[in-house]
């Protein structure tokens, strides 16, 4: 018995001398290597490419993976565990009997899964580079090698051969890069990451209102590999963690200034700049005063809006009075409705202007 393609016998033949089937057998597996005696048989033997492995009971070969299985008056059976592509080859199996020799042989072919043999290293690369990925593997039968974008995800970018060649690469082609070594036994895959320098791009600023005393904190954000060093400026004047009470704290992309009580020097206009080895951006922020609402703004704010709902109420009054008097109406002398509302409404205007004055 055989542990791979089963053994087929070529046909019934006359001559002594029979060539079975090719074996196919998988790497790492066990190879059973088997041939019929019969009666009046003298001497037995199985031989490797003239290399007696066994002959009868005495092992001949020095490889701990050989071992005999059976030996008796129907069959000669022998093992190789752990097959290797050196057991690759012819196999015979040689009878003597009283009258005549007779042999079997058989061919052993040993596939092999593949295997990523050299791959390229990570790469750390700059914006525009151009960038070659190579991939070797061996296996039985030849494995079929390919490449693919793993991370993120990227159907478009890919490769049928052992080289992926990436012309002007850009940052949105840093990722993981996945090769794949294939063949009917297995599968073998390993990754490559892909780093892509570039400058540092900032997000415009956004200035900020803050009231006098108050918190106030002015933020910056960069886009940048590797990622970007932060400084802040007050016109020409660089600003340092700890100066005149700000604070300066970054965090990966992200830079921010803080004025813990904003006085009146600490308006004006803010620039941050960003930098790494590939170069640098800048962006302003205006820090600004908003002014909260006192008694007396609030009450001028209320007076002018007195002001003007007197004003459209008594151009309201004087249009009804002219519908209900009518054309060539004379006006009744105990009617003084317009005369009584118009004093009525200076005298709430002096009021509300005196009362401006405390």
């Known amino acids: 018995m055989f542990r791979g393609l089963p053994v087929r016998s070529q046909g019934e033949s006359q001559s002594d001398n029979k060539q079975m089937d090719n074996i196919t057998i998988r790497q790492g597996e066990t190879l059973f290597l088997s041939c019929s005696q019969g009666d009046f048989v003298t001497h037995t033997a199985w031989l490797n490419r003239s290399s007696i492995l066994y002959a009868g009971e005495d092992k001949w070969s020095v490889d701990p993976r050989v071992s005999l299985v059976t030996l008796n008056q129907d069959e000669f059976t022998i093992k190789i565990e752990d097959v290797d592509l050196t057991d690759e080859g012819q196999y015979i199996c040689a009878v003597q009997t009283s009258s005549r020799p007779r042999t079997t042989s058989v061919h052993i072919i040993v596939q092999v899964p593949p295997k990523i043999v050299n791959l390229s290293k990570d790469l750390v690369v700059n914006e525009g580079s151009n960038v070659t990925l190579m991939c070797l593997a061996n296996g039985k039968p030849e494995p079929a090698i390919g490449w693919r974008m793993l991370s993120p995800s990227d159907d478009s970018l890919s490769s049928d051969s052992e080289v992926l060649e990436i012309p002007f690469i850009s940052r949105y082609r840093a990722g993981v890069y996945e090769c794949t070594a294939s063949n009917d036994i297995a599968v073998d895959t390993q990754t490559v990451e892909l780093t892509v320098n570039y400058p540092p791009s900032v997000s415009d600023g956004r200035d900020v209102g803050v009231t006098l005393g108050q918190r106030g904190v002015l933020q910056c954000e960069a886009d940048a590999v590797p990622e970007a060093d932060f400084e802040w400026y007050r016109d020409d004047r660089r600003i340092f963690n700890g100066f005149d009470g700000i604070e300066i704290e970054d965090a990966g992309a992200f830079s ?9 020097a600490d308006y004006g206009n803010y620039t941050c700049v960003a930098m790494n080895k590939l170069g640098s951006a800048n962006t302003s922020i205006i820090l600004y005063e908003i002014i909260e609402p006192t008694s007396s703004t609030l009450l001028q704010a209320e007076t002018a809006s007195v002001l003007e709902m007197t004003s ?47």
């Open 312 to 358: 459209s109420d008594l151009e309201q009054t004087a249009f009804e009075n002219d519908l209900l008097e009518g054309p060539g109406a004379v006006q009744d002398g105990n009617s003084g409705t317009s005369t009584v509302f118009t004093p009525t409404c200076l005298l709430l205007i002096v009021l509300l202007q005196l009362l401006l004055k405390f």
């Open 256 to 264: 921010k200034l803080t004025f813990f009580n904003v006085s009146e």
